[in-house]
């Protein structure tokens, strides 16, 4: 358990976190191409377009059940690959480069977390396989590489669901139906007015808030993109956040060149690390989910004929 906990550090778990405030965001992108229509309560907007029914925890009024809303979309992404992304800045007034920016690539049973940080922290990058995690950290001229016996779980990296119950729980949205690539979205938009309920809780001053969110009707949030002004100490910072899913149910991530300097033993050693063989030696799993068997000095290594190919980054919606 201790080494879950150690990679989750690493990767910056901002997730209801008051020290490190959500923050994040890119440049909106182009406008919905279809008018908007406003969301009624009948099941028609017009004589030719049909209204499907609210995504589950959205209401009519605007108000959002964020818990309702987080089981709709994990229950959306259940079984499916995709690649999400997310951004966030903290910087004050601008003046100082605060952005994180992490990147899961979700398969089958597999998955990459690729994440970049500001300042003198690590850039690392973790590979999750049947067999475990395979981390690099780069710090400055500093290279590590470690193999993890308990990485954790793809959703323990892509934080959708806190984001939505910090973000989406409060906040009196305008709901309307938009079409965007031959889907339907319900965009929910926000600025101004309630902010939300966990930002509240923090006990500081913030103003200036907004939120976008796209949402198909089966309660999938496609995107979410937040901003405000945080108040502390006489001190103001402002916040962007954003995140966005691609290649839903495409999704495949490629095995990193750089697994091949993992070392293949964990401390401690992780039961059933390794399978016995007749001659009593035994087999260590590798990156590409293949074993060997040690060589004459007792240590076993991936194979080199790993593909390096970093995965192209997905592309995001707009505000």
Known sequence: MHRRVAVVALFVVVAGCSAVPF??????????????VPVTDSETASDRTVVPPLPPGVRADGQVDATALSRAHRSFLENRSYTWSVRYDTGADGLTDEEFVRRAVVGNET??????SPGPDSNTTLYVNGTGGFLRSVAGNDTRYELLQAPGDHTDYAFADEAIGRFLDGPEF???????GGQTFFR??????PIP???????????????TAYVTPDGFVRSLA??????????????????????VG???????????EVPQRSTPEPA??????????TETPTADGTTETPDEGGTATPTDSLDGRTPSPGDGDSR
Do not use: C, K, M
């Open 226 to 247: 937040v901003d405000y002004d945080r108040h502390t100490s006489g001190e103001r910072s402002h916040v962007t956040f954003r995140y966005d899913y691609s290649l």
């Open 23 to 36: 923050g994040a965001g890119g440049p909106p992108e182009q406008p919905d191409t279809v008018t908007p």
């Open 188 to 193: 929910l938009y926000a600025a101004e007015g």
């Open 250 to 260: 495409d999704s495949s991530p490629v095995v990193p060149h750089w697994t091949g």
């Open 111 to 116: 998955f990459l977390v690729e994440q970049t």
């Open 174 to 180: 305008d709901v309307t139906l938009v079409e965007r």
């Open 197 to 211: 309920e966990p930002l509240a809780g923090d006990r500081v001053a913030i103003t200036n808030f907004s939120a």
């Open 272 to 281: 059933g690390q390794g399978t016995s063989t007749a001659d009593g030696s």
